[in-house]
């Protein structure tokens, strides 16, 4: 059976609103959840993206396998009902489940258990039927606990349109956040982090628990894509906008803090990078398709570049209070205290329903929702119908479509790159984003070409990117300190130390982009 599903965090301060909307559309009585998943002891399940539970509801138990489907949205799910607490794994043969069964190298035992108060009631509008639950209570691991208050949204029937539809609407009212770890993801985190914990010594466990309690938070990093040179650029897009959006959600969930209490922050500097670092990519993927692939709508890609500036303004002020202040200290500038600009932080940002009504919309184009039902409000977000491009007679071959733009924007940024030292500040900021799209651009297709040849030249880009990155820095903290001159004597010494610094990565810049000309391209000699 194919689940599909959304799962949202619900904030400390929507929560009785949600409980109250929940209760005002069913007067069935709230169920208590109480499940043990299963494992072995290396994680074989977890590392195949699957898990099994056994689930106690009321008087009855249930045995539940689950495991990823093909988009962010979608899970199999296999139901059994169940004699009491033993699994009986013979139930899965024939099924999705078996093959993965089937590689186990060792034995299942219980890993973490979750404990839940379950509320739901039936949402139906003209595209089909939505289950929506809310979910309150606590995952558990070997003594640490991780609370749980959540709603999720299952497509009971009709088109998955109605799950944007119903769930944009509660996204709008309620602020939620989205989510994309289920409870399993979360629970194998959490006895990870227990049994790590637990085998520490006794004098060092305090330290060991902080240290796990940043790794469950840690950011996502961007991951390869596998691209075969049969794909189309369609399907290349769709392949690049998931992996994306997965960096682009698991970021901004830990910044917008949703399962923490009224002043605890989760996500920090580096989520906010990563988040945009996913942005950029995403915005990059776009450009190098773009005539070759549908692109989504005009409003989805107005909202990623304007979240991405919202986002690149929090990015300026953490780096100027941070490397850049430690930075002119360490070179002597007499104390002043940094003054963050004012605007909103990232926090208020990730959990903004205008964000986050931009990444459902972003989800719902990418699995093919092109527009909303019909007589039905469109859910924030979500993406309105506009004129599709033609597509092309014959879709083009992937390594055909992204290579000719590949090569462009390289020898565009070779050929202005040979005179950076004389460019404005505003040239120089084009070429440190053309240097972002190659790069991004690259990193998303590079399954089509020789790797060899792809590290070798993404090196020599990196190289030349930490140099701009600095560059740029270091403009952004001049008109900073610019700002204050007048009124702090102590300015003058930050104005004078980054003259220098950026006359000395000027010419260093020049070079590197020399060095870049001369590396052989990856896309000479395709596979």
């Known amino acids: 059976m194919l689940e599909q599903e959304l799962k949202f965090s619900v904030p400390w301060a929507a929560r009785k609103a949600v409980a109250g909307q929940v209760v005002s559309l069913s007067s069935a009585p709230r169920t208590h959840l109480r499940a043990m998943y299963?494992?072995?002891?290396?994680?074989?399940?977890?590392?195949?993206?699957?898990?099994?539970?056994?689930?106690?509801?009321?008087?009855?138990?249930?045995?539940?396998?689950?495991?990823?489907?093909?988009?962010?949205?979608?899970?199999?799910?296999?139901?059994?009902?169940?004699?009491?607490?033993?699994?009986?794994?013979?139930?899965?043969?024939?099924?999705p489940a078996e093959a993965v069964l089937a590689v186990l190298g060792a034995g299942l035992g219980v890993r973490y258990e979750t404990d839940v108060w379950r509320k739901t009631a039936?949402?139906?509008?003209?595209?089909?039927?939505?289950?929506?639950?809310?979910?309150?209570?606590?995952?558990?691991?070997?003594g640490l606990e991780l609370p749980v208050c959540e709603l999720e949204f299952e497509l009971m029937s009709g088109r998955p349109q109605a799950?944007?539809?119903?769930?944009?609407?509660?996204?709008?009212?309620?602020?939620?956040?989205?989510?994309?770890?289920?409870k399993a993801e979360r629970g194998d985190g959490l006895a990870n982090a227990a049994a790590r914990i637990a085998a520490a010594p006794l004098d060092e466990r305090p330290q060991v628990r902080e240290a796990e309690i940043a790794a469950f938070w840690a950011p996502r990093f961007a991951t390869g894509i596998g691209l075969g040179q049969d794909e189309t650029p369609d399907q290349a897009l769709a392949a690049m906008t998931a992996e994306c959006f997965e960096q682009i959600a698991r970021n901004a969930a830990p910044l917008a803090a949703a399962d923490a209490p009224p002043g605890v922050r989760l996500g920090g500097a580096e989520h906010v990078h990563q988040l945009r670092v996913g942005?950029?990519?995403?915005?990059?993927?776009?450009?190098?398709?773009?005539?070759?692939?549908?692109?989504?709508?005009?409003?989805?890609?107005?909202?990623?570049?304007?979240?991405?500036?919202?986002?690149?303004?929090?990015?300026?002020?953490?780096?100027?209070?941070?490397?850049?202040?430690?930075?002119?200290v360490?070179?002597?500038?007499?104390?002043?205290?940094?003054?963050?600009?004012?605007?909103?932080?990232?926090?208020?940002?990730?959990?903004?329903?205008?964000?986050?009504?931009?990444?459902?919309?972003?989800?719902?184009?990418?699995?093919?929702?092109?527009?909303?039902?019909?007589?039905?409000?469109?859910?924030?977000?979500?993406?309105?119908?506009?004129?599709?491009?033609?597509?092309?007679?014959?879709?083009?071959?992937?390594?055909?479509?992204?290579?000719?733009?590949?090569?462009?924007?390289?020898?565009?940024?070779?050929?202005?790159?040979?005179?950076?030292?004389?460019?404005?500040?505003?040239?120089?900021?084009?070429?440190?984003?053309?240097?972002?799209?190659?790069?991004?651009?690259?990193?998303?297709?590079?399954?089509?070409?020789?790797?060899?040849?792809?590290?070798?030249?993404?090196?020599?880009?990196?190289?030349?990117?930490?140099?701009?990155?600095?560059?740029?820095?270091?403009?952004?903290?001049?008109t900073h300190y610019a700002s204050l001159a007048d009124a702090h004597s102590q300015a003058w010494f930050a104005l004078g130390w980054i003259a220098a610094r950026l006359r000395e990565l000027e010419v260093q810049a020049e070079t590197a982009f020399g060095a870049l000309a001369e590396v052989r391209v990856p896309w000479k000699a395709r596979r």
């Open 38 to 95: 299963f494992d072995t002891p290396d994680r074989q399940l977890a590392r195949q993206r699957a898990a099994i539970r056994l689930r106690q509801e009321g008087r009855k138990w249930v045995q539940t396998f689950k495991m990823a489907g093909a988009d962010a949205m979608s899970r199999v799910e296999l139901n059994h009902p169940s004699p009491g607490r033993a699994l009986d794994l013979s139930v899965y043969a024939g099924t």
């Open 122 to 142: 039936a949402v139906r509008t003209r595209a089909g039927s939505v289950e929506v639950a809310y979910d309150v209570g606590t995952i558990r691991a070997q």
């Open 163 to 182: 799950l944007f539809i119903v769930a944009g609407r509660w996204l709008a009212r309620h602020g939620l956040v989205l989510d994309l770890r289920s």
């Open 279 to 328: 942005m950029r990519r995403l915005r990059s993927a776009w450009k190098l398709l773009d005539g070759n692939a549908e692109l989504p709508p005009a409003a989805l890609q107005e909202g990623a570049r304007r979240h991405f500036a919202d986002f690149g303004r929090v990015r300026d002020q953490d780096v100027m209070g941070g490397e850049v202040l430690s930075t002119l």
């Open 330 to 478: 360490d070179a002597g500038m007499p104390p002043l205290a940094w003054q963050p600009e004012a605007g909103p932080d990232a926090a208020t940002l990730a959990s903004s329903v205008d964000f986050q009504s931009w990444l459902l919309g972003l989800l719902a184009w990418n699995v093919g929702i092109r527009e909303p039902a019909p007589s039905l409000p469109m859910a924030g977000g979500l993406p309105a119908a506009e004129p599709a491009a033609p597509a092309p007679a014959r879709p083009v071959r992937l390594a055909r479509a992204v290579t000719p733009r590949l090569d462009k924007w390289h020898r565009r940024l070779v050929r202005e790159g040979r005179h950076f030292v004389r460019l404005e500040d505003e040239r120089r900021h084009a070429l440190r984003k053309l240097a972002k799209r190659l790069r991004y651009g690259l990193a998303l297709s590079a399954p089509l070409y020789r790797a060899a040849r792809v590290r070798a030249y993404r090196r020599q880009l990196s190289a030349l990117q930490d140099i701009l990155g600095e560059i740029n820095d270091l403009v952004v903290a001049r």
